[in-house]
């Protein structure tokens, strides 16, 4: 009996690498093999997911580039396992974030997803090779996938726009799988996760033509901890031309401190916790035991990691061969970072979802005097438990917070924390990764600036304009926006624009020393404006004292 069409392609989804011929199939050819993937004629896109950008890398090793690629035809109709992680986030009891969609949680799982548009609805397009524009997902460098960020909209847009690009999502190693330190530990060892995105960004330029890109034309973006990682590459660059600009939303390279490696060693450190759990102890030998253990034996001890209070499973910096041979700080204030064009931005509110709804759960709320104690111990948080910030500093930091402008909740002590943790995670970090790039020697830099300020429809009016409330409009993942909204559009445009032209579009003005302006965009209110809201307060989180009593300057 003859299996009906779609019986046929369900069964053509289960058989892993064997392909069921189809003429309307896209098929490319990489150094990875040959790959065939999937034609939505609706969408006008074709799509390959799945495709090894690395061969399967053993624990704590940079990866290493596929030798000898299959000779057969692979799939590349589903997601390739996602890299094993941390519990994701979660607010007011769920899971926060579009679903990770790899089969497995695993550490093979050096994967990327390609969305281009259809050589067969858009053939006007198919003799050029089109801008490429490459997304380093967030999730605090503990969590995440390329398989949550979709880019069938954003490709979708860029040839309605006559700007056609195409896009690519990445995995990467995460938490102390992909960012372990210790004295134990070889440098090359330390920051595999970034190293992880070099190698993704060097299969790229190998690769590009293959399918359809301009490797001469590629855009490094990513939001929170993906942005964190864009500031990374720009500090800390490829001896390989590997991008020509960069988006950075939500996000620097301040996002977290960055300690010396040998700060995990530490009585309940990362490296310290870890291989008490794993029996591997912490001494000569420790770092192959847990290397080789298998990894069925290996995880459930090593996943309660996550747990821990206070640990952390941050970049460190290393010796040569780490990535990060200096600090983040040093590299800033310096200006000592690529000269390419940058569009940069923060949304209004990203310490309400940071926050989350601790202070709003208190019943009753503390009193004013109480209420500058809880705010005092936020602030003395900021820094690591091993650094400590000065009571005067912490009185002033209090002072400068005793009113806010965003009143979103009945709590006065939320307001303040909320807006506390955006200036000095996000607002502050990112006008002094703008203003060290316009005072630096370096000739002329290109940047751009954005404030977000839109919460979807039907989410919490406490959360406001929140972290990552951005990436509802580029239609990525999260819950869709409704198509031709105009902010949607608007802010899809000019994406799609900085990645065709290195510019965001010519009613979005550059930032200078002279006009430090930024773009704010919220529904019916698109316009540009000074970039003055909480200056005060900024300005001193980045005095360089303070700067130092948090722990930016190492620890």
């Known amino acids: 009996m003859l299996l009906s069409f779609r019986s046929s392609i369900i069964l053509a989804l289960s058989l892993?690498?064997?392909?069921?011929?189809?003429?309307?199939?896209?098929?490319?050819?990489?150094s990875s093999g040959t790959y065939v993937g999937s034609h939505n004629a609706q969408d006008?896109?074709?799509?390959?997911?799945?495709?090894?950008?690395?061969?399967?890398p053993k624990r704590f090793t940079q990866a290493k580039p596929i030798l000898k690629a299959p000779k057969e035809k692979q799939n590349a109709l589903e997601f390739g396992?996602?890299?094993?992680?941390?519990?994701?986030?979660?607010?007011?009891?769920?899971?926060?974030?579009?679903?990770?969609?790899?089969?497995?949680?695993?550490?093979?799982?050096?994967?990327?997803?390609?969305?281009?548009?259809?050589?067969?609805?858009?053939?006007?397009?198919?003799?050029?090779?089109?801008?490429?524009?490459?997304?380093?997902?967030?999730?605090?460098?503990?969590t995440g996938a390329g398989s949550e960020w979709d880019g069938t909209?954003?490709?979708?847009?860029?040839?309605?726009?006559?700007?056609?690009?195409?896009?690519?999502?990445?995995?990467?190693?995460?938490?102390?799988?992909?960012?372990?330190?210790?004295?134990?530990?070889?440098?090359?060892?330390?920051?595999?996760?970034?190293?992880?995105?070099?190698?993704?960004?060097?299969?790229?330029?190998?690769?590009?033509?293959?399918?359809g890109g301009d490797g001469q034309r590629v855009t490094i973006s990513?939001?929170?901890?993906?942005?964190?990682?864009?500031?990374?590459?720009?500090?800390?660059?490829?001896?390989?031309?590997?991008?020509?600009?960069?988006?950075?939303?939500?996000?620097?390279?301040?996002?977290?401190?960055?300690?010396?490696c040998t700060y995990h060693d530490r009585p309940g450190g990362t490296y310290d916790v870890l291989g008490n759990l794993t029996g591997c102890g912490t001494g000569k030998g420790s770092f192959e035991c847990m290397q080789n253990m298998p990894f069925d034996k290996f995880w459930p001890l090593a996943n309660r990691v996550y747990v821990t209070p206070n640990l952390s499973t941050s970049p460190c910096k290393g010796g040569k061969g780490s990535l990060i041979e200096d600090f983040p700080i040093n590299k800033l204030l310096s200006g000592d970072f690529l000269n390419v064009p940058v569009m940069t931005g923060t949304t209004r509110n990203e310490g309400n979802l940071i926050i989350n709804t601790t202070f709003l759960a208190l019943n009753p709320q503390p009193p004013a005097p109480v209420e500058d104690i809880y705010l005092g111990a936020l602030v003395s948080g900021q820094a690591t438990n091993f650094h400590n910030v000065s009571q005067e500093t912490v009185s002033k930091i209090v002072s400068l917070y005793a009113d806010v402008p965003d009143k979103l909740s009945n709590s006065s002590l939320y307001n303040r924390a909320a807006q506390l943790e955006t200036d000095y995670g996000f607002l502050a970090p990112q006008r002094l990764f703008l203003d060290s790039a316009l005072s630096s020697k370096t000739p002329k830099r290109n940047l751009w600036a954005y404030e977000f300020d839109q919460q979807p429809p039907n989410?919490?009016?406490?959360?406001?304009?929140?972290?990552?409330?951005?990436?509802?409009?580029?239609?990525?993942g999260f819950?869709?926006?409704?198509?031709?909204?105009?902010?949607?559009?608007?802010?899809?445009?000019?994406?799609?624009?900085?990645v065709n032209c290195g510019e965001p579009g010519k009613s979005w003005p550059r930032y200078t020393a002279e006009k430090k302006q930024v773009l704010r965009l919220a529904e019916g209110n698109i316009g540009v404006q000074a970039d003055t809201r909480q200056r005060e307060q900024t300005d001193y989180l980045n005095q360089v004292e303070v700067l130092r009593e948090f722990g930016r300057f190492g620890f």
């Not at 006008?44 to 399967?56: H, L, M």
């Not at 954003?154 to 195409?166: F, G, K, M, Q």
């Not at 060892?189 to 293959?210: E, H, K």
Request: proline fraction near 7%; charge should be neutral; glycine fraction near 8%.
């Open 16 to 30: 892993g690498s064997t392909i069921v011929s189809a003429s309307t199939a896209p098929v490319i050819n990489t």
């Open 44 to 56: 006008g896109t074709d799509v390959f997911k799945g495709i090894r950008y690395a061969a399967p």
């Open 81 to 142: 396992d996602d890299c094993a992680q941390a519990p994701p986030l979660v607010v007011a009891g769920a899971p926060f974030g579009p679903p990770i969609q790899g089969k497995n949680s695993t550490e093979d799982c050096l994967y990327l997803n390609i969305w281009r548009p259809s050589q067969k609805s858009s053939g006007k397009f198919s003799a050029k090779k089109l801008p490429i524009l490459v997304y380093i997902h967030g999730g605090g460098l503990s």
């Open 153 to 211: 909209s954003l490709v979708r847009r860029s040839v309605a726009t006559n700007e056609p690009i195409i896009y690519i999502a990445i995995n990467y190693r995460l938490g102390f799988l992909g960012f372990i330190g210790g004295a134990q530990v070889p440098a090359t060892s330390s920051n595999v996760g970034y190293q992880d995105q070099r190698t993704a960004l060097r299969w790229i330029q190998d690769n590009a033509a293959a399918f």
């Open 222 to 260: 990513g939001e929170s901890a993906g942005a964190l990682s864009v500031h990374t590459h720009l500090f800390y660059p490829d001896s390989r031309r590997t991008f020509r600009a960069a988006i950075a939303a939500s996000g620097s390279a301040l996002v977290v401190n960055t300690p010396d």
């Open 459 to 476: 989410l919490p009016s406490f959360l406001g304009a929140f972290h990552s409330v951005d990436l509802y409009y580029l239609n990525m």
């Open 479 to 498: 819950p869709p926006i409704e198509e031709g909204d105009k902010l949607l559009t608007t802010f899809q445009d000019h994406w799609i624009s900085f």
